[in-house]
């Protein structure tokens, strides 16, 4: 089971609206509506940000948000700030043997 | 208050093999699965497997080939991950993580545990 592909980096501006994409297969990210995103800073474990595609844990910003179409899941923060540079890292359950799989994992840098 | 607490960092020889253990509390253990993932040095994350603490039923990742089993202690809230015959690339941090019954997701996770394997 390969992992999901991501952008290595995304970067912005405050204030600005970034888009990480997600993209798997028909047997992934296509297949099912279980697409998770998690955020992980320098040294720390990661952290919930999105469930089930678009959902948001309680206690997590309404500027993250997430979507999906056909084979890519996307996440995009909105109104970026500081604290939203970290590295982030999406989900899915796979049909295959190994039934979970991570993305490659994005850098966001808020310029 | 949830928390997940795991070992403390190992230093391991390649061929050994390690376990570490994640101790859980402020929720009722059995209701839950618990996720393993790591994460080498510099790299993303790795989904190493999972467990249902109250059935016990358990799923791995095919790239361990059979050297990595998953266990629980319920009366001691506990997880373990045992990982068999190590080379260097095992070398990562290894985290725990709690999955909410009947979702995908991990809501808690452990701080994490260093595992090094050194000659």
């Known amino acids: 089971q390969s992992a999901l592909t991501q952008p290595a980096s995304v970067s912005g501006s405050p204030g600005q609206s970034i888009t990480i994409s997600c993209t798997g297969t028909?047997?992934?990210?296509?297949?099912?509506?279980?697409v998770s995103w998690y955020q992980q800073h320098p040294g720390k474990a990661p952290k919930l940000m999105i469930y089930e595609v678009s959902n948001r844990p309680s206690g997590v910003s309404n500027r993250f948000s997430g979507s999906k179409s056909g084979n890519t899941a996307s996440l995009t923060i909105s109104r970026l700030q500081a604290e939203d540079e970290a590295d982030y890292y999406c989900t899915s359950k796979t049909i295959s043997a190994t039934p979970y799989v991570f993305g490659t994992g994005t850098t966001v840098t808020v310029l | 208050q949830v928390q997940l607490v795991q070992s403390g960092s190992d230093v391991k020889k390649p061929g050994a093999s390690v376990k570490v253990s994640c101790k859980a509390s402020?929720?009722?253990?059995?209701?839950?699965?618990i996720h393993w993932v790591r994460q080498a040095p510099g790299q993303g994350l790795e989904w190493i497997g999972w467990i249902n603490a109250g059935t016990g039923d358990r799923q791995y990742s095919q790239t361990f080939h059979g050297r990595v089993t998953l266990n629980t202690n319920t009366s001691a809230t506990t997880a373990y991950m045992y990982l068999s015959s190590l080379t260097s690339e095992d070398t990562a941090v290894y985290y725990c993580a709690r999955n909410p019954p009947g979702s995908t997701w991990a809501d808690y996770w452990g701080h994490g545990t260093l595992v090094t394997v050194s000659s």
């Open positions: 402020g929720y009722t253990f059995t209701n839950y699965a």
């Open positions: 028909s047997s992934d990210v296509g297949g099912y509506n279980y």
